[in-house]
């Protein structure tokens, strides 16, 4: 099950996913499967990153929802609280809300 999830994330990275060589190295060298690591976006609340082999892929989130940090997930923005003030970007503290189908 672990392979094919690693499979999706791929698979996911290299279809929709944007490789960004200008931004910053925050990303470790070496991925990790079971400890993906996302990145949230200074400068939008619906734009993240994901790192794969050392390398930043972005992402955004569907129209009217927010990266939220705390979950990696893609989410209302009343559960992401995601603030811009005056080209800052912070998540404040809020809901841990999970909602399972």
């Known amino acids: 099950m672990k392979n094919f999830s690693l499979t ?5 990275v290299l ?9 910053p190295a925050k990303c470790p060298p070496e991925s990790d499967p ?3 690591v996302f990145i949230p976006s200074d400068e939008y609340c619906d734009k993240y990153y994901i790192c794969f082999n050392g390398t930043l892929f972005e992402f955004r ?8 940090p705390v979950l990696n997930i893609c989410d209302f923005p009343r559960y992401a ?11 404040a503290p809020g809901p841990l809300v999970m909602n399972v189908f």
């Open 8 to 12: 999706i994330l791929i698979s996911a």
């Open 15 to 23: 279809a929709v996913g944007l490789n960004v060589s200008g931004e």
């Open 34 to 36: 079971e400890n993906i």
């Open 61 to 68: 989130c569907a129209q009217g929802l927010h990266f939220n």
């Open 81 to 91: 609280n995601c603030k811009i003030e005056k080209g800052t970007i912070s998540f």
